[in-house]
C-alpha cells in the first residue's frame, strides 16, 4: 500500500500563492511502481477534476484553467509532489487531493485532501 499526506491548504485572499506538497510513503517497490502523480480538485457539487499531472520523468499536463498560474513538481528522491498556486482566483476554491497512479496495475492512491479557500 501507498499513503499519501497532503499539507499545505489554506485562506488566501484572491491574488494571492499558496503551495501544495504531497508526500509518498510505502515500499520501496510500490513507490518504485508509480510514475505519474498528481493534483485533482473538487469543488461543493461538484465532479472532481485534474489539475495537474507529473511523469517520473518530468512531463507536465495541466488543466487549461489553470495553465499560466499553477506549476507542478515532483523530488522523485523524496517521493512528493508539488502544487505552486499563484495568482489564485475564488474559483481555485476546492478540496485538492493528490494522487499517485501505479504503472504495472493502474491503481490509483488517494490522500485524504486539503482544502484550499480563495477569498474575493
Known amino acids: 500500500q501507498v499513503q499519501l499526506v497532503e499539507s499545505g491548504g489554506g485562506l488566501v485572499q484572491a491574488g494571492g500563492s499558496l503551495t501544495l506538497s504531497c508526500a509518498a510513503s510505502g515500499s520501496i517497490a510500490r513507490l518504485n511502481a508509480i510514475n505519474a502523480m498528481g493534483w485533482y480538485r473538487q469543488a461543493p457539487g461538484k465532479q472532481r477534476e485534474l489539475v495537474a499531472v507529473i511523469t517520473r520523468g518530468g512531463s507536465t499536463n495541466y488543466a487549461d484553467s489553470v495553465k499560466g498560474r499553477f506549476t507542478i513538481s515532483r523530488d522523485n528522491a523524496k517521493n512528493t509532489v508539488y502544487l505552486q498556486m499563484n495568482s489564485l482566483k475564488p474559483e481555485d476554491t476546492a478540496t485538492y487531493y493528490c494522487?499517485?497512479?501505479?504503472?504495472?496495475?493502474?491503481?490509483?492512491?488517494w490522500g485524504q485532501g486539503t482544502q484550499v479557500t480563495v477569498s474575493s
Open positions: 494522487n499517485a497512479n501505479n504503472r504495472w496495475t493502474d491503481y490509483n492512491y
